[in-house]
C-alpha cells in the first residue's frame, strides 16, 4: 500500500490515487478540501530526499511554475517544502500525453501539427518572457486535453535563464531525442534550445519519426551534434515546402541560424497560414561569418490585378435610364477616391522610399532614440514594461516583425522594459495558508512553504515569513512562509530487513510501519542479487513516522575486475626493418618501428578475452588475450635464414689394402693332470 495514498497533506489535500510515477517524483490525484477541486499533487520520493541535486531540481520546477500564468501551461496552485515531505499541488488535467496521440495517430496533418505547435510556442513565449527557460520540451511532457488544447508539464529541469549557477548536470540534461545540439555538447543553453526540441516535435509529428534515432543514446546525441536530419518532405512529401523550412530552421544545429525567440517562429507559422504558396529562402552565409545570416521570404501566390482593373462585361446602353448611370457614375468615382486615400495611407502610392525594417530586439532605447538613422526611418511607438528577464532600457519586442520592407517614417511599435517590478513583502502572520499564499502569489512572489513546531500559533496559520514584512523585492523572488503545525510526533519501530529477498519487497514493509525506503547501497555478495545484507537503523529502534531506512544489497555474482597483462615481441638478429602495429578488438593499441634485435613491449588492461592481431601487414601474430587468465605474452619474430654454401667435392680415399687371411690358432687343451701332483681338496679334507 502506498504510504500517501488516503493520508492528508498539510490537512489540505487528501490523496486519493497514484496516477504517474516520473524519475525523481510520484504524481497523485488529490482533492483540494480548502477549494474544494480535484489536484494533482507531484510529491518528491522519499529516497530522494537527501539528494541535493533533486531537491534543488524539484525547487527550481516550484519557482519556475509558480511564476507562470498561461492558458497553455499547467497552474501550479501550493508548493511545499520540508524535511519530511516536498510536493506541488497543481491542475488535474485529464487527457493523453502527445506522445501517446502520435503514436497512435502516426503522421498527423500539417494544420493539426501546427494547432498544436502555435500553442507550445505560445507557452514557451510566456515562459521566456518570465526569463524560464524550460530544457526538457518534449511530447512526453505536453498533455492534449479532451477539446485539443494542449497543456506544457514537467519544468523539474527548468532554470532561470538569469541565473550564474550552471554545472555540467544543469547542463547536458534533457530527454536525448529532442535535445539540442548544445545540451548535448554541455553548453550553457539559452531560450533558442526549446525551440530547437519544438522543431524536432515538429518534425516528428509532420513525418512520423524521430530526425536522429539509434540504440545507444550516445549515439543520437552525437547525432543531434553533428548529423543533418533527412528533409521532412523526402519522407512526407504531402507536407507544404514553407512548413519544411519552418521545422528545418527551428532545427538549426548553430543556435544563431535558428528563429531567435518563440514569439519569431509564430510569426513564420503565421505568414504560412495567410499565404501557403510562400517560400521561405533561409539563405546562410559561410560559417567563417558566424554571427549573421540573411532571410529572405519570397512569395509565389499569383499576383491578381487590383479590382479597378478588371475587365468588365460591357453592358447594353439603357437610354431610358439615365439618372442611374449618372449615380454609378458618382459612385465608382467616389470610390475611386476613397482607395486612393486608403492605399496612399497605407503607403501603396507613397511617395517615399522602401527601407528595410529594423530588428530593434534587444537594443537599449536610449541608443535607439539617440540614432539619426532610426529616428528619420521609423515612428517609435514606445510602451514602457516590467520585465524580470530584460534589463531597464532594453527593448522586448516589436510590430512588425523583420524582415521586411516598409515605407520611410513607417510607425514601429516597441515595448522597452522598465526592468524588474520591486514589491514590498506584506505582514501575513496570523492568516491562514491560503490566505497568505493567494497574497503573496498576487505580488508575484514564488512561495514555498515549511511546516515547523509552534506552542504559540494555531496549527494551519502562518508563524513568520523570510525575507520579513517590509522588504523589498523583485517580482519572481521565493519567500518562504512557515506555517504552525500540530505538537508531537508518532514513534515507530524499525521493523526486520535483513535476508529479505528484493528492495520492493522491503519497501512493502517499511510502508506498512509508515516508514520509508532510502537509496540502496550496493555491494559485491555471493547472495542472490537484491538480497537485503544490513540495515539503519537497525531492526527494533524507535524512530519518528516517515523515517527512511537505508539498506545494503547484494549485487550477486562478483563481477571480474579489470586486469592488465604485458606484450613483449622480440626481433631476432634477421629480422627485417619496418612498422609493426598491433590491434586489440579492430583498435589499435599500440606502435613499433622494428630494427634488427630489437624488443617491443606495450601493457593491456582488460576484463573479457579479446583478440590480439601483431602484423607489418603481411606477417601477421594472432592471439587471444585472456585478462582473467594471463599467460605468457612473448612472441617472437624471426627473420630469413642465411643461405648455405655448398660444401666441396671430396678428394677419393686412397685403396684401402686387402687384409691378410686370418690364420686361427688350433684350440688349448689342459695338459693332462699329473699323478704326482697332490689332490689337495682331498688333503685338506683329511686334515679336518
Not at 132 to 145: A, F, G, T
Not at 373 to 386: G, M, Q, R
Request: glycine share 6%; charged share 20%.
Amino acid at each position: 500500500m502506498d504510504m500517501y495514498i488516503g493520508k492528508r497533506l498539510d490537512g489540505r489535500y487528501e490523496i486519493e490515487k497514484l496516477i504517474g510515477v516520473g524519475g525523481m517524483a510520484n504524481v497523485y490525484k488529490a482533492t483540494d478540501l480548502l477549494e474544494h477541486r480535484p489536484v494533482a499533487v507531484k510529491i518528491l520520493r522519499q529516497e530522494f530526499l537527501e539528494n541535493e541535486d533533486l531537491v534543488r531540481r524539484f525547487k527550481n520546477e516550484s519557482k519556475a511554475i509558480a511564476l507562470l500564468h498561461h492558458p497553455h501551461i499547467v497552474r501550479v496552485f501550493d508548493v511545499s517544502v520540508s524535511d519530511k515531505v516536498q510536493y506541488i499541488a497543481m491542475e488535474y488535467l485529464d487527457g493523453a500525453t502527445l506522445k501517446e496521440y502520435i503514436e497512435q495517430r502516426g503522421v498527423l496533418s500539417w494544420k493539426e501539427t501546427l494547432f498544436f505547435i502555435e500553442q507550445v510556442l505560445g507557452a514557451l513565449q510566456h515562459a521566456h518572457a518570465k526569463g524560464i527557460i524550460h530544457r526538457d520540451i518534449k511530447p512526453q511532457n505536453i498533455m492534449v486535453l479532451a477539446d485539443g488544447n494542449i497543456k506544457v508539464m514537467d519544468f523539474g529541469i527548468a532554470r532561470f535563464a538569469r541565473s550564474e549557477s550552471h554545472t555540467v548536470t544543469d547542463k547536458a540534461i534533457g530527454s536525448v531525442h529532442y535535445i539540442s545540439p548544445e545540451q548535448a555538447k554541455g553548453d550553457v543553453i539559452d531560450a533558442k534550445a526549446d525551440i530547437y526540441s519544438t522543431g524536432v516535435m515538429m518534425y516528428e509529428m509532420l513525418t512520423g519519426k524521430l530526425p536522429f534515432d539509434s540504440e545507444s543514446a550516445v549515439q543520437v546525441a552525437i547525432k543531434q551534434i553533428s548529423d543533418t536530419a533527412a528533409p521532412p518532405r523526402s519522407i512526407n512529401p504531402d507536407i507544404p515546402e514553407p512548413l519544411e523550412a519552418i521545422t528545418m530552421k527551428a532545427m538549426a544545429k548553430d543556435a544563431r541560424r535558428r528563429y531567435q525567440s518563440a514569439d519569431e517562429m509564430l510569426g513564420a507559422i503565421e505568414e504560412f497560414k495567410k499565404n501557403p504558396s510562400i517560400k521561405f529562402a533561409y539563405d546562410y552565409l559561410d560559417d567563417n561569418s558566424p554571427t549573421r545570416y540573411i532571410d529572405k521570404v519570397i512569395s509565389k501566390a499569383k499576383k491578381t490585378p487590383p479590382q479597378g482593373a478588371q475587365k468588365q462585361p460591357k453592358k447594353k446602353r439603357n437610354l431610358t435610364l439615365p439618372i442611374l448611370a449618372g449615380m454609378a457614375l458618382a459612385f465608382a468615382v467616389g470610390s475611386a477616391i476613397l482607395c486612393f486615400l486608403i492605399f496612399s495611407t497605407s503607403g501603396f502610392f507613397s511617395s517615399k522610399p522602401d527601407v528595410d525594417l529594423q530588428n530593434f530586439v534587444d537594443l537599449n532605447y536610449n541608443d535607439v532614440k539617440s540614432n539619426t538613422e532610426y529616428t528619420e526611418n521609423f515612428k517609435l511607438d514606445v510602451e514602457k514594461v516590467y520585465s524580470a528577464s530584460h534589463p531597464e532600457g532594453q527593448i522586448i519586442k516589436q510590430s512588425p516583425k523583420p524582415p521586411k520592407k516598409v515605407k520611410q517614417g513607417a510607425k514601429v511599435k516597441i515595448w522597452v522594459s522598465m526592468g524588474t517590478e520591486v514589491v514590498t513583502v506584506p505582514d501575513t502572520a496570523g492568516k491562514t495558508r491560503g490566505e497568505a499564499e493567494k497574497a503573496l502569489s498576487k505580488l508575484g512572489l514564488s512561495v514555498l512553504v515549511v511546516p515547523e513546531k509552534s506552542e504559540s500559533v494555531e496549527a494551519g496559520k502562518v508563524i513568520r515569513t523570510n525575507p520579513e514584512p517590509g522588504t523589498k523585492l523583485d517580482t519572481g523572488s521565493e519567500i518562504t512562509v512557515y506555517i504552525s503545525k500540530a505538537a508531537g510526533e508518532d514513534k515507530v519501530a524499525v521493523p526486520q530487513l535483513i535476508n529479505v529477498a528484493s528492495t520492493a519487497e522491503a519497501r512493502k514493509i517499511l510502508e506498512s510501519s509508515r516508514l520509508s525506503l532510502g537509496t540502496p547501497i550496493e555491494v559485491e555478495s555471493e547472495l542472490p542479487q537484491g538480497t537485503i545484507l544490513s540495515q539503519d537503523p537497525p531492526a527494533g529502534t524507535e524512530v519518528a513516522v516517515g523515517t527512511k531506512v537505508t539498506v545494503t544489497i547484494s549485487t550477486g555474482v562478483v563481477a571480474p575486475k579489470e586486469k592488465s597483462v604485458t606484450v613483449t615481441v622480440t626481433f631476432d638478429a634477421n629480422a627485417t626493418a619496418s612498422h609493426w602495429t598491433a590491434t586489440v578488438g579492430g583498435t589499435q593499441v599500440s606502435a613499433f618501428d622494428a630494427v634488427p634485435g630489437g624488443v617491443w613491449s606495450f601493457t593491456l588492461t582488460g576484463i573479457n578475452a579479446q583478440e590480439m592481431i601483431i602484423t607489418n601487414g603481411s606477417t601477421p601474430i594472432v592471439a587471444t588475450v585472456d585478462f582473467q587468465n594471463p599467460g605468457n605474452y612473448n612472441f617472437q619474430v624471426n627473420g630469413p635464414k642465411p643461405t648455405p654454401t655448398p660444401a666441396p667435392t671430396p678428394t677419393p680415399a686412397p685403396p684401402v689394402p686387402t687384409p691378410s687371411p686370418i690364420i686361427t690358432p688350433p684350440p688349448v687343451t689342459a695338459p693332462p693332470v699329473s699323478p704326482e701332483v697332490p689332490d689337495l681338496l682331498g688333503v685338506l679334507h683329511n686334515l679336518h
